[in-house]
């Protein structure tokens, strides 16, 4: 069945330390995304890429970074620059701009 | 700054009410327009688009675009406890990313 796995589900980071959350996609779409859902709040866009090895910055940008090397994936890094990474990360893809997402079922990533 | 606005609720209504869920838009431009329902600890999952004006139904689930009022709302009919959820509302324009509304959380009462 075709769809978007992401990995851990579960992710704990230390003070300082670099992490890397992991996005594959089957669905053959040529555009993934990051957002970041804090509690209660609503899903905010981290990097965004349209196709193979190009990405832009989304809205919160500062603090992560990612790669495009392969249309199937969208790895995002969570540098120790940003300082309040704790949050549920969702990875999506779609076909086009003017067609729904589909969802990865999320990392909850805690600092600890 | 385009944005998408929602009462956050929580919305409550019993069961076999009908729920209705609103959201604004800013940007006249928006072309697409979804619901998303995500269940707590879970990722969205798509349950209606719609596209041009007017009413989109599909089972329960029926979608309302007006874009002159930039109002686009989903009513649930019959509501069970199963659809106690929070409702996303995201709106997209050619070119542009979507945005999502901060959602709105509905409690269906047994």
């Known amino acids: 069945d075709g769809g978007i796995t992401q990995s851990p589900k579960y992710l704990f980071r230390k003070e300082g330390q670099n992490v890397t959350l992991s996005c594959e996609q089957n669905l053959n779409h040529d555009a993934m995304y990051w957002y970041r859902q804090d509690p209660g709040q609503g899903l905010r866009l981290i990097y965004y890429s349209q196709i193979v090895n190009d990405f832009q910055k989304g809205d919160i940008a500062e603090g992560y970074s990612v790669s495009r090397e392969k249309k199937e994936s969208f790895p995002l890094t969570v540098t120790s620059a940003q300082k309040n990474p704790t949050a549920f990360y969702l990875c999506?893809?779609?076909?086009?701009?003017?067609?729904?997402?589909?969802f990865g079922s999320g990392t909850r990533l805690t600092v600890v | 700054q385009k944005e998408v606005e929602q009462n956050s609720g929580p919305l409550s209504v019993p069961e076999g009410a009908i729920a209705s869920l609103n959201c604004t838009y800013s940007d006249r431009g928006s072309q697409s327009f979804f619901w998303y329902r995500q269940y707590s600890g879970k990722s969205p999952e798509l349950i209606m688009s719609i596209y041009s004006n007017g009413d989109k139904e599909d089972g329960r689930f029926t979608a309302q675009l007006n874009k002159a009022s930039q109002y686009v709302s989903l009513l649930i009919r019959d509501s069970q406890p199963s659809d106690s959820a929070t409702y996303l509302c995201a709106v997209s324009g050619y070119g542009q990313n979507f945005v999502f509304g901060p959602g709105t959380r509905l409690s269906v009462l047994p």
């Open positions: 999506a893809s779609s076909i086009g701009q003017l067609n729904g997402y589909t």
